[in-house]
């Protein structure tokens, strides 16, 4: 399996149920540039299908989503 990509930043959003992981993942893509990664890391279990929603009505690139424990891991790319 290769390695995954390096974020560029990340996010511990542990803790925040929806839509507050949603709105602080936005808020975290927006000065970031075209392209570059962001890993958000949360708690919440409706996450997976909400980051899914998000990424395909924003145009942003859901690249990967895994789980360890109790924590969902998301690598987006800004579009």
């Not at 390695?3 to 929806?18: E, I, K, V, W």
């Not at 927006?30 to 145009?59: R, W, Y």
């Amino acid at each position: 399996m290769p390695a995954r990509p390096q974020p560029n930043q990340a996010t511990d959003l542990s803790g925040l149920n929806c839509p507050l992981p949603i709105l602080r993942t936005k808020k975290a893509l927006a000065p970031m540039q075209s392209g570059e990664l962001l890993q958000v890391t949360c708690t919440d279990p409706a996450t997976p299908t909400d980051f899914a929603a998000f990424c395909k009505q924003t145009g942003n690139d859901l690249v990967e989503q895994w789980q360890e424990a109790d924590r969902f891991i998301f690598l987006i790319r800004k579009r």
